[in-house]
C-alpha cells in the first residue's frame, strides 16, 4: 500500500477542520434545542414512539448565538473545500484506476457470462467528467440498443 508524506499546509487544515467542527457541535450542544422561540410540548404516550417524549421550553437563539453558528458553519465549509481541491489531490492521482488494472476472471460457466454481459450493458454512465469518455458510452449503448433491438 502506498504512503504519502501529506504537505503541511494540508495537515494543518484538516487540524483546523477538526477543530472548527468540534467547537460547532460543543455550540450546537449547548444551545437550546430550537432557534425560535418555542413553548414546551410533550408528545402522547404510545404515538410514534412507544416511550413519551417531551421538550422543555426554549427562549430559541439569540441573534449573536445565531451569527456565531452561521460563522463556524461558514467557516467548516471553506476548510472542507480548501481540503478537497487542494493540489496535492491532483499529484497524488493514480494515472489508471484500479478495477481496470486487475485482470478479469474467466466466468464459471456460459450462465455467468451471460449475466456478466447484461449487467455491463445496463451500468450506469461513467462517473468522470471527460465529455470524451462519456459520448463513447453513449455510442456503445446505442449500438447494443440497434444490434439488440430493445432498450436498456
Same mark, same amino acid.
Given at each position: 500500500?502506498?504512503t504519502y =508524506?501529506? !504537505?503541511?499546509? &494540508?495537515?494543518n487544515?484538516?487540524? =483546523?477542520?477538526?477543530?472548527?467542527?468540534?467547537?460547532?457541535?460543543?455550540? &450546537? +450542544?449547548?444551545?437550546p434545542?430550537s432557534?425560535?422561540?418555542?413553548?414546551? #410540548?410533550?408528545? !402522547?404516550?404510545?404515538? #410514534? &414512539?412507544?416511550?413519551?417524549?417531551?421538550?422543555?421550553?426554549?427562549?430559541? #437563539?439569540? %441573534?449573536?448565538?445565531? *451569527? *456565531?453558528?452561521? %460563522?463556524?458553519? =461558514?467557516?467548516?465549509?471553506? @476548510?472542507?473545500?480548501?481540503?478537497?481541491?487542494?493540489?496535492f #489531490?491532483?499529484?497524488?492521482?493514480?494515472? $489508471?484506476?484500479?478495477?481496470?488494472? @486487475?485482470p478479469? /476472471?474467466?466466468?464459471s +460457466?456460459?450462465?455467468?457470462?451471460?449475466?456478466?454481459?447484461?449487467? /455491463?450493458?445496463?451500468?450506469?454512465?461513467? /462517473?468522470?467528467?471527460?465529455?470524451? *469518455?462519456?459520448?463513447?458510452?453513449?455510442?456503445?449503448?446505442?449500438?447494443?440498443? *440497434?444490434? $439488440?433491438?430493445?432498450? &436498456?
Open positions: 500500500m502506498a =508524506d501529506y !504537505p503541511d499546509d &494540508l495537515l487544515a484538516q487540524r =483546523d477542520l477538526t477543530r472548527v467542527r468540534a467547537d460547532l457541535a460543543a455550540l &450546537l +450542544n449547548a444551545l434545542y432557534v425560535e422561540p418555542m413553548e414546551a #410540548w410533550a408528545r !402522547p404516550e404510545g404515538c #410514534w &414512539l412507544a416511550t413519551a417524549r417531551a421538550r422543555p421550553h426554549s427562549p430559541g #437563539w439569540t %441573534e449573536a448565538e445565531q *451569527q *456565531q453558528v452561521a %460563522e463556524l458553519r =461558514d467557516r467548516e465549509r471553506e @476548510m472542507a473545500i480548501a481540503i478537497v481541491t487542494h493540489d #489531490w491532483v499529484r497524488s492521482a493514480p494515472t $489508471t484506476s484500479p478495477g481496470r488494472a @486487475m478479469s /476472471s474467466t466466468p +460457466n456460459a450462465r455467468t457470462a451471460r449475466a456478466r454481459r447484461r449487467r /455491463s450493458r445496463a451500468s450506469p454512465p461513467p /462517473s468522470s467528467t471527460c465529455a470524451a *469518455q462519456f459520448c463513447a458510452w453513449i455510442r456503445r449503448r446505442r449500438r447494443v440498443v *440497434q444490434r $439488440t433491438g430493445r432498450r &436498456l
